[in-house]
């Protein structure tokens, strides 16, 4: 079982940035691959991106790429969001997630608002 808990969130400017933390606890963080998702009010869940377990490997959604870049430290067992160029569209309650057979593990989320 791995617990995830998220950090970082706020309310920054638009074209501001953010990083969110994610950290993990049980299970076998350095073996996972690792998401962070997104909720917008009134909207579905999305993909924002996602790492492998060593870091060599990152993927992004079409809307951040090239703003947004997700790093991980096994030896923390963290996983990092780093949010530049943020735009109103980017508000939403970020999630951290874990894949084992699906993403089966989340965390509580945390809160991103980005002012016009």
């Known amino acids: 079982q791995v617990h995830l808990t998220e950090s970082g969130g706020g309310l920054v400017q638009a074209g501001g940035s953010l990083r969110l933390s994610c950290a993990a606890s049980?299970?076998?963080?350095?073996?996972?691959?690792m998401g962070w998702f997104r909720q917008a009010p009134g909207k579905e869940r999305e993909f924002v991106g996602g790492i492998s377990w060593s870091g060599g490997n990152t993927y992004y959604a079409d809307s951040v790429k090239g703003r947004f870049t997700i790093s991980r430290d096994n030896a923390k067992n963290t996983v990092y969001l780093q949010m530049n160029s943020l735009k109103p569209e980017d508000t939403a309650v970020y999630y951290c997630a874990a894949y084992k057979d699906d993403w089966d593990y989340w965390g509580q989320g945390t809160q991103v608002t980005v002012s016009s």
């Open positions: 049980g299970g076998t963080f350095s073996s996972s691959i």
